[in-house]
């Protein structure tokens, strides 16, 4: 069954980068590209940027240009999102999920970021 | 560029039918078919439930369908049932080739 499993939660003090891992199976890691989408405490969906795992090119949100990074290592089927200069408004559970078109077909279980000092 | 605007809450008794509305532009939920909606269960990641305004995934009931007018796209939830108790999220492709949320919407069974 398609899985992607999130590496585990993280504690960073302000100031500090995070770097978070989504290891994806049971489908072809390179015929999915794969989002990162964040959730504030008791907040929505805000999607953060995707990359292209064939090829590594990658689009970020305007909000996050310069602070985030996404790449991959189609060795492992693992795809990588790092946050520079954390702030404590970026405490929130990241996901990574894998979309085919249009839309985000499946999820990871998610990585919970606290940023505190 | 801000979120697509969902009502905060919807409510409903088991049996009946709710619409949520998901109101965008024409940069993006007018201009383009590719709009989907997610089920979250607290605690829970995301769950997609329809795809490109009106496909259901395969193992999502028919009771859930989805619609779009102009820049409001809709999700209806028919024969509601409690574990349709949920957040929903519409989302849509936009001109600038990202991806935008709405931002939420608490539905309550009563």
């Known amino acids: 069954q398609v899985q992607l499993v999130q590496s585990g939660a993280e504690v960073k003090k302000p100031g500090a980068s995070v770097k978070v891992s989504c290891k994806a199976s049971g489908y072809t890691f390179t015929d999915y590209y794969m989002h990162w989408v964040r959730q504030a405490p008791g907040q929505g969906l805000e999607w953060m940027g995707r990359i292209n795992p064939n090829s590594g090119g990658t689009d970020y949100a305007q909000k996050f240009q310069g602070r985030v990074t996404m790449t991959r290592d189609t060795s492992i089927n693992t795809a990588y999102m790092e946050l520079s200069r954390l702030r404590s408004d970026d405490t929130a559970v990241y996901y990574c999920?894998?979309?085919?078109?249009?839309?985000?077909?499946?999820w990871g279980q998610g990585t919970l970021v606290t940023v505190s000092s | 560029q801000s979120a697509l605007t969902q009502p905060a809450s919807v409510s409903g008794s088991p049996g009946q039918s709710i619409t949520i509305s998901c109101t965008g532009t024409?940069?993006?939920?007018?201009?383009?078919?590719?709009v989907s909606w997610y089920q979250q269960h607290p605690g829970k990641a995301p769950k997609l439930m329809i795809y490109e305004v009106s496909n259901r995934p395969s193992g999502v009931s028919n009771r859930f369908s989805g619609s779009k007018s102009g820049n409001t796209a809709s999700l209806t939830i028919s024969g509601l049932q409690a574990e349709d108790e949920a957040d929903y999220y519409c989302?849509?492709?936009?001109?600038?080739?990202?991806?935008?949320f709405g931002g939420g919407t608490k539905l309550t069974v009563l």
């Open positions: 989302s849509s492709y936009t001109s600038s080739s990202t991806r935008i």
């Open positions: 999920a894998g979309a085919g078109s249009g839309s985000f077909d499946f």
């Open positions: 024409s940069s993006d939920v007018g201009g383009y078919n590719y």
